[in-house]
Structures are given as structure tokens and as C-alpha cells.
């Protein structure tokens, strides 16, 4: 199965556009919590690991303070990044200065993850619910389990005799941040029209991409459709690429010769279109996809209440 892994390192090609970062190896001993401050790393005396160095392992940044031989001593959860508290074992990958630091990429993919669902680019997760209606209720609490709904695709219930047949309730409306004592969840749905009782209602509604965590499995934990999973790294590569250039254009990696020419201002713009043309079709392709999978619905809220709904009310003139 795929894990965030898969993501962080398709991120850090782009950007680092096929050039390899130095790397070492944890030796002994392994760095077992989160407030080991020495261990050993293969090659440190002859790396570019030096005091004032930043290196990375998993997604924790360390600021080297001192070496001696293979020796280090760091500072532990550098730089924003978080102290491992399970540490990290013998083997380990260190990343030596590392331009992209993992926990940063995360951040990005979770930040697209969340664009991706917003209402212009019409991507998300269909997710369900369900709750036993009774006649005498008109409100109910959708238990989302922490999901955000963006809005409420059906509602049905299941009919006596065929479950199967699934009628639509009719008339319903969802009304948000309601008080946590009547509704746990803080979302209200209000059925104006029954269904049988006794019998479960199940609603189906859009909801936004959940973000990711290192180690995170990508088939189950995140929502996102399989066709789409080349959408959250080239949008965290956009991302990071506003604030730091891809590695073909590090000033700092070229002669002064290619920083005037090779290197013009400009560069980074230009690098940075291709890629949001890319990604721009994508969303597209996959946006059309989702309406493919589920067709617009003529939305069954308040408005539709039924006339016998509305008695006792008067317009104010």
C-alpha cells in the first residue's frame, strides 16, 4: 500500500529536479527518544555534517551543535519540525542540509489537500451517515466522526419490506454549528417530510480530503480517488516552490557565469507555469470525474418545505 512516503518523495523529485542530497546512515546507537542528543552517523567525519549544520531524519530537523569523529550532538525538533518520540532506529536515512525538509512537504500536501476541496476546484470525499428515524423527532445529529461535511449529497431511508428500494426523503435541511447539548456533532439535520419508523435514514454528503500524516496509508486514510494521487504533490511543489527555488536554479549551486544568463529573472515563474498548467488540467479531469460518478441533484432543503409547513406564518409588510 501506499503510504505519505510515496507523496513526500515524488514532491522532493520535482523540486529537487533529479539531483540526490548527501546521505548517511544512523549507526549506533539508535536515537531511541525524543531527547537523545548524541549518536553515531556513518561517514560524519568526512561529510558535509559540521556544527551549524541542519540535518534531517524521518520528518525531524536537528541543528548540529558538535562532531567528533562519527560523533553528534544536536538539538532535537529544529526549525518547526517535531522531536520523534519513538525515535529512530539503527539505519536510518540522514539528510545532510536538507533544502526541503519532510515535515515542510507534508504541511504543503496537507495545504493542498484542503485547496482541493474547495468549492472552485469541486473535488472531495462522499462519505456517509446514518441515525433510526422516529415520527416524534424533527432534528437529528449527524455523527460525521470529525468530517466536515461541505454539503449533504441524498437523503433516504430504508423501506419496509425493501431495503433495497431506498426512497428519497423529500424535504430536509441541514443547519450548521447548533448547540453541542442537543446535537454532539454540531451539525443539525431538520427532516420535514418522515420516513418510516423505526427504519434507518442514510445520509450521504461531501466532505473535504482528511490531510496526512508521515506514515500515513494513502488508501484508506486520506479520501482522495487513486486517479488523483499525482494532484497533492504537484500542488505542494507549487507551494514550496514560491518561497524557494527547484534545484536547477539554486544560485548558490552555479557559477557566477550561469547565475547572470542561464539562471534570468524570471526563472523560477517560468518554471513554476508548467506545472500549474499540469495540475490545472488534473483537478479538471478529476473534477469531472466526481460529476460523472455523482450527478447534480435538484437539492431538497427549507425552500421545498411543504405548504402545510408554512401555516401560521404571515408576511410583515
Known sequence: MSTAQVWIDETREMLLSGYVEELLLVTSPAVTNATNKAFEISG??????????????????????????????????????????????????????????????????NDDLSDLSAPNNGLFQMQTTTFTYNAAVDGYNLDTSGKEILSIYSVTYADVGSEASEPDVMNWR???????????????????????????????YKSTFTPIT???????????????????????????????????????AQGSSRRAEEVPPGAISASMRDLR?????????????????????????????????????????
Not at 518561497?243 to 536554479?249: F, G, S, V
Open 174 to 204: 441541514l443547519k450548521r454549528n447548533r448547540e453541542t447539548s442537543s446535537f454532539a456533532s454540531g451539525n443539525a439535520l431538520i427532516l420535514y417530510t418522515g420516513a418510516w419508523p423505526g427504519q434507518k435514514v442514510n445520509v450521504s
Open 277 to 317: 498548467s499540469r495540475r490545472d488540467y488534473r483537478v479538471q479531469s478529476e473534477a469531472a470525474r466526481l460529476v460523472a460518478q455523482y450527478p447534480a441533484m435538484w437539492s431538497r432543503n427549507s425552500a421545498n418545505r411543504p405548504s402545510s409547513q408554512w401555516s401560521g406564518f404571515r408576511r410583515e409588510l
Open 44 to 109: 560524519a567525519s568526512s561529510s558535509g555534517i559540521v556544527p551549524g549544520v541542519i540535518i534531517e531524519i524521518g520528518t525531524e530537523l536537528m541543528y548540529v551543535q558538535t562532531v567528533s569523529g562519527t560523533t553528534v550532538t544536536v538539538i532535537r525538533g529544529y526549525g518547526g519540525s517535531t522531536a520523534s518520540t519513538d525515535g529512530h532506529s539503527v539505519d536510518s536515512i540522514v539528510r545532510v542540509s536538507p533544502k526541503f525538509p519532510a515535515h515542510r512537504i507534508i504541511n504543503a500536501i
Open 214 to 252: 508521515n506514515g500515513a496509508t494513502l488508501q484508506t486514510d486520506v479520501g482522495l480517488p487513486t486517479t488523483a494521487y499525482d494532484l497533492p504533490p504537484l500542488g505542494a511543489a507549487l507551494s514550496l516552490m514560491t518561497t524557494a527555488p527547484i534545484r536547477r536554479e539554486f544560485i548558490d
